[in-house]
């Protein structure tokens, strides 16, 4: 069982950065590959960026590629999503989501996590 705690949301200005943090429970956490999703008002929940357990391999959905970094300290059991030069249309309830065994495509795939946060939000004004 894994419990994932997200914090650093808010509001921010268009053009301004936020750092997201996942915190994990648990002793495996460096096992688990982990990906961020969000979603807005009336839309479907959709993949931000996820990194493998291992070689810590990035994935980024076209929309945030170049703006958005994922990164994860495995000794501090947390996992990271620095967002820089937002957007309006950024704006969204963030999700951490986590699981093993992931591979290739299934990362940008919310049905591949079998873990998730609470959400947090994060809002950017125009």
């Known amino acids: 069982q894994v419990q994932l705690v997200e914090s650093g949301g808010g509001l921010v200005q268009a053009g301004g950065s936020l750092r997201l943090s996942c915190a994990a429970s648990g002793r495996t956490f460096s096992s688990y590959s982990m990906g961020w999703f969000r979603q807005a008002s009336d839309k479907e929940r959709e993949f931000v960026a996820a990194i493998s357990w291992n070689i810590g391999s990035t994935y980024y959905a076209d929309s945030v590629k170049g703006r958005f970094t994922i990164s994860r300290d495995n000794a501090k059991n947390t996992v990271y999503l620095q967002m820089n030069s937002l957007k309006p249309e950024d704006t969204a309830v963030y999700y951490c989501?986590?699981?093993?065994?992931?591979?290739?495509?299934?990362?940008?795939?919310?049905?591949?996590?079998?873990?998730w946060g609470q959400g947090i939000q994060v809002t950017v004004s125009s």
């Open positions: 989501a986590a699981n093993r065994g992931i591979s290739g495509g299934a990362y940008y795939i919310g049905a591949s996590y079998v873990y």
